[in-house]
C-alpha cells in the first residue's frame, strides 16, 4: 500500500510537471520542497526499469571534452553529472537545491527556473537537457541555453521519442508522422534552428528516446507580421549576443501577449499564449502583430495509473 500510495504522488508531481509552466513548477516545489525528493525517488525507480540510462552517455562525451570547458545542466535532478565529471566545471540548475543528506548527494545545484538561469551571457561550451524539456514554455528555456552559450558552443537534447513524434506544431498543427518516422521531431529541430542553433547530429537509434547535438550559430529569428525580419534580428548564421532588452523579454516568459486561453487536451490548465504562441504576437496600439518567436509543443509524458 505504501508503494502504490508513493507511485501514486509520484506520477501526480511528474503531471505537473509536464503540464505547467516553469516558473509555476518553481513556486510549487518552493512551497513544498519535499516534493524534489518525493519525486526524484519515483524517477530513480523509472530509470532502474531502462535498459540504458541516457545521463551515462552524456557523462561519457562531457569527460571527452577539454577541461578547460564548462558547461550547464539543466534540469539537473540529482546533479549526477557534476558529480560525474568532476575535472570540469558544470554549473547545475534545477527547480530545487537539495538539503540535508540530498544535499551531499547533489553537490552544489541552483535553485532556479529554466528559462531564468543566473549565467552571463556566452558564458558556457555546452549545455546539457537530458529528459528536462518538461515544462509547457520549454521554447524559453531553449533561448536562455542559446544566451549562457558561446558561439560554435553545444546544446545537447536528450528526450522521449514519444513526446514528439507525430506532434504538430504548437497551435492548430497537423497531427501525424508514421511510427518511427519522426515527425514532430523534425518540427522540434526546425524550431530549435530559428533559435540561433545548427543540427550537427540527430540519433534516434535508442527505441525510447532521440538525441540531437545543436551548436550555436547566431541568434533567434524573430519575423514581423509579413514575414520580414524584425530590426536588429540576424539571419541565424551570424554571431552575436543577446541584447540585455532581448534578455529581459526571455526573463519574462509568457507575460507578454495576450493572455490566457482555455484548457487544451493534454497540454493542461496553465498553458497560455505566451510570447512563442503564434495566437500571442506583441500587439502595438494599431493591433497588428509585431513579430511572431519559434515555438513547439511536445505531449506530456504521462504514467499509467495502477
Excluded at 525507480?45 to 570547458?69: G, S, Y
Excluded at 558544470?90 to 527547480?95: E, K, P, R
Excluded at 546544446?155 to 497531427?175: D, I, L, N, T
Aim: proline residues 4%; contains cysteine.
Amino acid at each position: 500500500m505504501k508503494a502504490r500510495l508513493e507511485g501514486a504522488r509520484f506520477r501526480d508531481i511528474n503531471e505537473m510537471l509536464y503540464t505547467s509552466r516553469g516558473d509555476h513548477a518553481l513556486t510549487t516545489f518552493k512551497n513544498e520542497p519535499a516534493l524534489f525528493e518525493a519525486y526524484h525517488k519515483g524517477f530513480r525507480e523509472q530509470v532502474q526499469k531502462w535498459p540504458r540510462n541516457p545521463l551515462d552517455d552524456i557523462i561519457a562525451w562531457v569527460r571527452r571534452q577539454p577541461r578547460t570547458h564548462t558547461f550547464a545542466d539543466f534540469g539537473c535532478g540529482e546533479a549526477r553529472l557534476a558529480a560525474s565529471c568532476p575535472h570540469h566545471t558544470v554549473h547545475s540548475f534545477d527547480l530545487v537545491a537539495p538539503g540535508g543528506e540530498e544535499a551531499g548527494r547533489a553537490g552544489t545545484v541552483i535553485a532556479c527556473d529554466m528559462a531564468n538561469v543566473p549565467l552571463p551571457s556566452e558564458s558556457v561550451h555546452g549545455v546539457i537537457f537530458c529528459l528536462s524539456l518538461m515544462a509547457t514554455n520549454m521554447m524559453d528555456s531553449l533561448r536562455e541555453a542559446v544566451r549562457v552559450c558561446v558561439e560554435g558552443g553545444v546544446v545537447k537534447v536528450v528526450e522521449v521519442r514519444s513526446r514528439f513524434e507525430g506532434q504538430g506544431e504548437a497551435e492548430g498543427g497537423k497531427e501525424g508522422g508514421k511510427e518511427g518516422g519522426g515527425g514532430g521531431i523534425e518540427k522540434f529541430v526546425a524550431a530549435c534552428q530559428a533559435l540561433g542553433l545548427a543540427c550537427k547530429r540527430l540519433d534516434r537509434t535508442n527505441k525510447m528516446f532521440f538525441l540531437v547535438d545543436f551548436v550555436k550559430v547566431g541568434k533567434e529569428k524573430e519575423t514581423g507580421v509579413k514575414g520580414q525580419k524584425r530590426k536588429g534580428a540576424t539571419s541565424g548564421s551570424a554571431p552575436g549576443n543577446v541584447t540585455e532588452k532581448g534578455k529581459e523579454k526571455i526573463g519574462r516568459g509568457g507575460k507578454r501577449g495576450g493572455g490566457g486561453q482555455g484548457q487544451r487536451s493534454g497540454q493542461g490548465s496553465d498553458m497560455k499564449a505566451g510570447p512563442g504562441s503564434p495566437r500571442a504576437g506583441g500587439r502595438g496600439k494599431g493591433g497588428k502583430e509585431d513579430g511572431k518567436r519559434p515555438d513547439f509543443r511536445a505531449k506530456p509524458c504521462l504514467y499509467k495509473r495502477r
